[in-house]
């Protein structure tokens, strides 16, 4: 099966640079697929989960938008922030989500409440993705070798 580089990179680090033989990506028109040779194209991404084939086995990260580049061998997806799904703090995301979802309630000139409704969003997401990892673990293979 081919091939194509993929490099998930923020602006803190490179998060991941492999082989795939398929990704999927949160596009701002909803999920991308992308094949090798796929044709040329740069997209937004939003916030959501990024899901990477290799070799039969599936792996997940979060991100929390960005960029996709596109080139016949060559993904790179430049996140605002990224993070393996496996590497999520449960407790850490569950108290941004309540913080974030307290703040959406509060009325008043200091609160902006669509900064609030994002925060909550990408800690809503960022849960998700974990859950699915971890569902997926149990039922999977355990392990991962894709990247670094």
Known sequence: MSTIKLDIVTAEKLILSDEANFVV??????????????????????????????????????????FIEILPGQITILANTAERAENIDEARAKEARDRAEALTTQIGEEIDIAQAEASLK???????VMQKRRASRAGGPAGTSLGS
Request: hydrophobic content about 40%.
């Open 25 to 66: 990506v949160p596009g701002s028109m909803g999920e991308l697929g992308i094949f090798p040779k796929h044709a040329p194209l740069l997209s937004t991404l939003e916030v959501g989960e990024v899901r990477v084939t290799k070799a039969e086995e599936e792996y997940s990260f979060f991100i929390s938008g960005g």
């Open 122 to 128: 990408r800690a809503t997401v960022r849960l998700k």
